[in-house]
């Protein structure tokens, strides 16, 4: 991505990070807590759910995919623009931003997961 220039190339980096970062938590947690975890919490924070420790993967698994997805996007759409450097940075750093924040808000959700399957604990959401 450094071919679209500093700030792009950086931010494919990132991406990358944002997507590995997960799944290297789950290979710590996982293997350390027991084979069952509550997975779904009431209103008032107490286990309606138990699920398989390995169901913990998923949202991992769906940051790596989306983020690999993104980043080889980002670089076929700013190559569809390659008439027009400037066009092609701000097309690539473009999908690689909404990337990253994708990538961000989904591990901030899965700190959430490892937080509940650790402790048995959750926030209760009234779904």
């Given at each position: ?7 792009a190339g ?16 789950a ?32 949202l991992?698994v ?21 008439d ?44």
């Open positions: 991505m450094f071919k679209y220039g500093k700030k950086y931010m494919g980096i990132a991406l990358l990070v944002l997507a590995v970062l997960p799944l290297v938590v290979a710590f947690v996982i293997p350390n807590i027991g084979p069952e975890v509550a997975t779904k919490f009431n209103a008032a924070g107490e286990v309606t759910r138990w699920g398989k420790s390995y169901e913990l993967l998923a991992p769906l940051n790596l995919l989306l983020s690999v997805a993104t980043y080889f996007t980002a670089g076929r759409q700013a190559k569809n623009n390659d027009s450097v400037a066009m092609a940075r701000i097309v690539c750093e473009r999908y690689l931003r909404n990337g990253c924040i994708t990538g961000v808000f989904l591990n901030v959700i899965n700190v959430y997961f490892m937080y509940s399957a650790i402790t048995g604990t959750g926030f209760g959401f009234g779904f």
